[in-house]
C-alpha cells in the first residue's frame, strides 16, 4: 500500500510539471537536433534527401532521451535531499573538478573533460546546477545576510569551483558563475553596496590582467580580434579571426526569411567552423533568416519568463534562489553565445543551452530544467516556511 502511494503521489507530482518551461526548452531542443543535423550534413554531396551526415545529431537526440529521464527524476526528487544536502553537492563538485585535474583529457587546449568510453564528458558543465543548489542550500535561512562575512563566504563556496575551471583554461564556464552567484546574492537580501563595490573591482579585474599581460597567449588574441571587430574590421581573417569572420557573414546573409533548411553556403560548404558545437546559432540564423532568430529569441524570452514566474510564484527561500540562479545561468549562456557568433562578445567557447551539440552541455540543462522543475511542484508537497 504505501508503495502504490509512493507512486501516486509521484504521478501527482508529474501533472504538476510546468509546461510554460518545459514547452520552449523541448521545441528548442528539438531546433537543436535538426540544426545540427543541417550544419554536420553534407548535402551537396549525396543524392538522396538526408544527405551524408556524421550522425552528430542521432547522438545529441540519444542525449535529449537521456536529459529527460533525468529532468523527470530531479522533478520528483524529495527537496529535502537538494537543500538539506548542500555540502554534499560542493563536495561532489570538487571530487569532479579533482578528477579533471588527474585523469582529464585535453581538447581544444583546455583539460576539461573525462573519457568515459567512448564518451567525453565536461564536468564543469554540471558544477554550473551543482554550484546553484549548493548556494542556495547555503543562504536560505542564513541570518546577517546583508554582512560583509555572508558575502565573503558566497565567494568563498564559489571559488571551490571557479578557480580549478579558470585553470583548466575554461575561461567562459567561469564567466557564467559571476552573474549566476551575484544575482543569487542579490534576491536573498545581501547588502548592495558591498556587490557594487565587488562588481566594480571584478569589472575592472579582467582589463588590468589583459593590460598587465596575466591573460594566456590565446586569450589575449581573442580580445585582440574581438577589439577589432567593435573598432569595424576583424583582424587576422585567415586566422584566429576567422571564427568571427565567418560567423559574422553567415548571419548577415540571411536576410529577412533565410537561404533555406539545409542551404547556409557558410556550412554546406564547411567556411564555419565549430557550426554544430558553438557557432550553431550562426546556421540558425542564415537558414532561416531575422523571422527565424526572432521566434528563436521569443522561445528563450518564453523560457525565462516562465522560470521567473516560478520563482515568484514560491514562498520557500531555497526554491525561489534555486529557480533565479537556474534562470540566471541560461540567461548568461545565451548572451554570451550570440552575442559571440554576432562579433560583439568575444570568443569563449560557451555552448547555446538546448541548441549546441555536446552531452555535457544537453544534459546540464535538463538538469537545470529538472530542478526548476522540481521547485514548480512544491506547492502540492510543502508550501514554503520562510518568505524573503
Known amino acids: 500500500m504505501r508503495i502504490k502511494a509512493k507512486l501516486a503521489e509521484k504521478a501527482g507530482l508529474l501533472k504538476a510539471l510546468p509546461l510554460g518551461v518545459l514547452a520552449p526548452a523541448l521545441l528548442l531542443t528539438v531546433v537543436g537536433i535538426a540544426f545540427i543535423f543541417s550544419a554536420s550534413t553534407d548535402f551537396t554531396l549525396s543524392e538522396s534527401s538526408l544527405g551524408v551526415g556524421s550522425g552528430f545529431h542521432l547522438r545529441q537526440a540519444a542525449f535529449a532521451c537521456l536529459g529527460l529521464l533525468i529532468m523527470i527524476c530531479l522533478a520528483v526528487t524529495p527537496q529535502r535531499w537538494l537543500s538539506g544536502g548542500w555540502p554534499f553537492w560542493i563536495v561532489g563538485g570538487m571530487l569532479m573538478l579533482g578528477a579533471v585535474m588527474v585523469f582529464g583529457r585535453t581538447i581544444n587546449g583546455a583539460k576539461s573533460w573525462i573519457s568515459l568510453g567512448p564518451i567525453a564528458l565536461q564536468p564543469s558543465e554540471l558544477c554550473k546546477p551543482l554550484l546553484c543548489v549548493a ?22 563556496i564559489t571559488g571551490l569551483f571557479f578557480v580549478p575551471i579558470l585553470m583548466q583554461p575554461d575561461f567562459g564556464t567561469s564567466m557564467v558563475f559571476i552573474p549566476m552567484v551575484g544575482a543569487m546574492f542579490w534576491v536573498a537580501g545581501g547588502n548592495r553596496l558591498y556587490m557594487w563595490v565587488l562588481g566594480l573591482i571584478g569589472a575592472a579585474a579582467f582589463p588590468s590582467a589583459y593590460v598587465l599581460g596575466l591573460l594566456k597567449p590565446h586569450q589575449v588574441k581573442r580580445i585582440d580580434v574581438y577589439l577589432s571587430s567593435v573598432s ?54 542564415e537558414e532561416t533568416g531575422l523571422v527565424g532568430v526572432a521566434l528563436f529569441l521569443l522561445l528563450f524570452f518564453v523560457l525565462l519568463e516562465r522560470m521567473l514566474a516560478v520563482a515568484r510564484d514560491t514562498r520557500e527561500p531555497f526554491s525561489r534562489l534555486l529557480v533565479v540562479g537556474i534562470a540566471t545561468m ?18 569563449t567557447g560557451l555552448t547555446l543551452p538546448f541548441v549546441s551539440y555536446g552531452g555535457s552541455s544537453l544534459l546540464t540543462s535538463f538538469v537545470g530544467l529538472g530542478l526548476v522543475a522540481n521547485v514548480a511542484v512544491q506547492p502540492q508537497r510543502v508550501m514554503g516556511r520562510e518568505v524573503f
Open 135 to 156: 548556494l542556495a542550500g547555503f543562504l536560505r535561512f542564513r541570518r546577517h545576510i546583508d554582512s560583509l562575512g555572508a558575502l565573503l563566504a558566497c565567494i568563498a
Open 232 to 285: 569595424g574590421d576583424v583582424m587576422d581573417k585567415t586566422g584566429d579571426g576567422y571564427h568571427m569572420m565567418q560567423s559574422m557573414t553567415a548571419i548577415g546573409s540571411g536576410g529577412f526569411t533565410g537561404k533555406g533548411f539545409g542551404e547556409g553556403t557558410q556550412s554546406q560548404l564547411a567556411f564555419l567552423p565549430e557550426r554544430h558545437t558553438d557557432f550553431i546559432f550562426a546556421v540558425y540564423a
Open 330 to 347: 541560461f540567461f548568461t549562456q545565451v548572451a554570451i553565445n550570440i552575442g559571440m557568433a554576432c562579433g560583439i562578445m568575444p570568443i
